[in-house]
């Protein structure tokens, strides 16, 4: 692969921790698809990585556990396109994406806010009218 794999800033999946697999894929092709390993399956040993900080490390491990085969290894499959080359692009995209969003900080904490006057008095006030509306659907008395 030309492009290295970027995680977030400068951090970077070395090539050495990759190991790509290739088999054939199914789907359109003729012909050709009998004959080439047009999948890709990417895997990365994530627990035994030493190109993210341990924080991110340790992060990636505990949102990506689901996805882990052992626990430890994170397994990427395309096989969208006829071409090696464009399946290997997407799985490297793929793996990136992933490994960006598992890393990311937690989002900031939500601090609770109390309702102004204005909003409260609004409120209220859109209640009351939409209860007279339907006080006044009622069915008409005979007197």
Do not use: C
Request: aromatic share 4%.
């Amino acid at each position: 692969m030309p492009e290295p794999i970027r995680v977030r800033g400068s951090v970077v999946v070395p090539d050495a921790e990759l190991v790509w697999r290739f088999s054939r894929s199914s789907g359109p092709g003729g012909q050709h698809v009998n004959t080439s390993d047009t999948q890709v399956e990417l895997r990365y040993d994530l627990a035994a990585s030493d190109a993210l900080p341990p924080v991110w490390k340790e992060r990636a491990l505990e949102r990506l556990a689901h996805r882990l085969v052992d626990g430890a290894v994170l397994v990427v499959r395309a096989s969208e396109h006829r071409s090696q080359w464009r399946n290997r692009e997407v799985a490297a995209a793929r793996l990136a994406s992933l490994l960006g969003e598992a890393t990311a900080p937690p989002p900031k904490a939500r601090r609770a806010t109390k309702p102004t006057r204005g909003m409260i008095e609004r409120r209220l006030e859109t209640k009351r009218h939409r209860s007279q509306l339907k006080q006044g659907r009622g069915r008409l008395r005979p007197e």
